[in-house]
């Protein structure tokens, strides 16, 4: 299933990819409106809003809730919440906001689950005049939205730098959290691998996590996947407008993020949870790779289980998105 997916994409997105680069040249030929210094985004809004459809058909609606004075935090949340489906919240990590990251996941999920999407702050609609930049910070304001939300109980899945929130989310707030789901994540790492495992990579972390231009873009994207680079054929002016629209909002305090994901704040001893906790990596990670998975599973001990996705790099939520949800369903509803 997930092979043949694959193949469509990749045909979808080589057709996809000329369109753009006709229509664009059919739009260089024009004057632009004495308004604009450039053409205004065309393409990516347009996939913002199809993505956002495909939210809305998984039965879910935004809403933006003020947490106080000076937080506010955006959520995908159940348009019609259904009280035999037990809770689950998708956490996202960096490389746009949650709709972006979590497209494969909410139609499948959603039969199963009452979701409740969130944009971590500076991401998305999501936003603080605070100066907290910790992940503590972050999953605070996440369960204080979902206690506006009338949330009292859920599970948890987090993606990468949302594993470091989700994780703090579970040891802060245990009589919330019942069950905890990271995929690839580097909580644990100690400051010695992340220096390693940055030299290997051999790009400042700031630069790969907020692209600038569509370069640093694809070194990202060929960073985090295996299989295939969703935009292989997608031209320039297409890969600009993602990385204006979507990556360079809030750039200075998305910088802030990542320094303080850096710091030594980080390397702390991190508790045991509580929680029964599924970890699920790809075996060709190549941002925090299968190591640092059975060094947290260890870390967690017999409350955690790794199950490792084979052919598979950093972004199993997009590679093999079937494999991940089935994970998901399985763990938190039991089945076998």
Request: positive net charge; hydrophobic residues 40%.
């Amino acid at each position: 299933m997930e092979t043949l997916r694959l193949c469509i994409h990749n045909l979808l997105s080589f057709h996809l990819s000329v369109i753009i680069t006709l229509f664009q040249w059919l739009l260089s030929g024009l004057p632009l409106l004495p308004t604009f210094k450039r053409p205004f985004p065309l393409f990516v809004p347009f996939i913002d809003a199809y993505i956002s459809l495909l939210f809305r058909f998984s039965n879910l609606s935004p809403c933006t809730l003020d947490l106080d004075h000076h937080t506010t935090i955006h959520f995908w949340a159940p348009s019609h919440r259904r009280f035999n489906k037990p809770n689950l919240v998708l956490i996202h990590g960096y490389g746009g906001d949650a709709k972006w990251q979590f497209m494969y996941q909410v139609k499948s999920l959603a039969k199963s689950f009452n979701l409740y999407v969130p944009d971590l702050i500076f991401f998305g609609k999501s936003y603080t005049t605070r100066k907290e930049r910790s992940e503590e910070f972050q999953a605070k304001c996440v369960v204080e939205g979902l206690k506006g939300l009338g949330v009292t109980s859920c599970s948890m899945f987090a993606i990468s730098y949302g594993g470091f929130v989700g994780y703090r989310m579970a040891e802060m707030y245990p009589e919330m959290v019942e069950k905890v789901v990271i995929l690839s994540s580097g909580v644990g790492c100690t400051k010695e691998q992340k220096e390693q495992q940055l030299n290997k990579i051999g790009r400042d972390p700031v630069e790969l996590l907020i692209p600038a231009k569509p370069e640093d873009l694809h070194v990202l994207v060929n960073l985090s996947i295996y299989k295939y680079n969703p935009f292989r054929w997608a031209p320039d002016y297409f890969l600009q407008e993602f990385i204006d629209m979507i990556s360079r909002t809030y750039l200075k305090e998305k910088q802030e993020l990542v320094h303080h994901l850096l710091s030594d704040h980080t390397d702390c001893k991190w508790p045991l949870l509580n929680q029964e906790t599924l970890l699920i990596w790809g075996d060709k990670d190549r941002v925090f790779p299968l190591m640092f998975g059975h060094q947290l599973q260890r870390h967690l001990g017999p409350r955690a289980k790794l199950e490792i996705i084979k052919n598979t790099g950093h972004a199993a939520n997009i590679e093999s998105p079937d494999s991940v949800n089935a994970l998901i369903k399985a763990f938190i509803l039991q089945q076998s």
